[in-house]
């Protein structure tokens, strides 16, 4: 995917697309230096609380952004004006931060379920 279409998309998500990625930009940080210290030999559990947190609220993030973006179609639709397409906007943002909430979740939970178990043994 080019980067042009991946901004699109992005913007096309509305502003609860910022805290989606904002978290997820958090939680690999954390990841990755679990990760570094773990090779190093001094894996601990000190801030993966953060990281699970995380996982459990960017899928709710992604229906924050169904519920507003339903809000903003309802609110589009004029009846006097029989237009179809001017519910697309909101449904398309819907859909957009349902889908970046719950993928945002699952490229953390894997790493973070992996570096979880070696820091327990």
Known sequence: ????????????????MWPILALSVI???????KAMELRKGRGNSRGLVVVSTIITAEPMLGILGTVTGIIKTFSSIDPAASNPLAAT???????????????????LILPYNLINDAVEE
């Open 1 to 16: 995917m080019h980067m042009e279409k991946a901004v699109e998309i992005f913007k096309a998500g509305g502003p609860v």
């Open 89 to 107: 906007a909101g449904i398309g943002e819907a859909l957009i931060t349902t889908a970046a909430g719950l993928v945002a979740s699952l490229v």
């Open 27 to 33: 939680g690999l940080s954390i990841l990755f230096l």
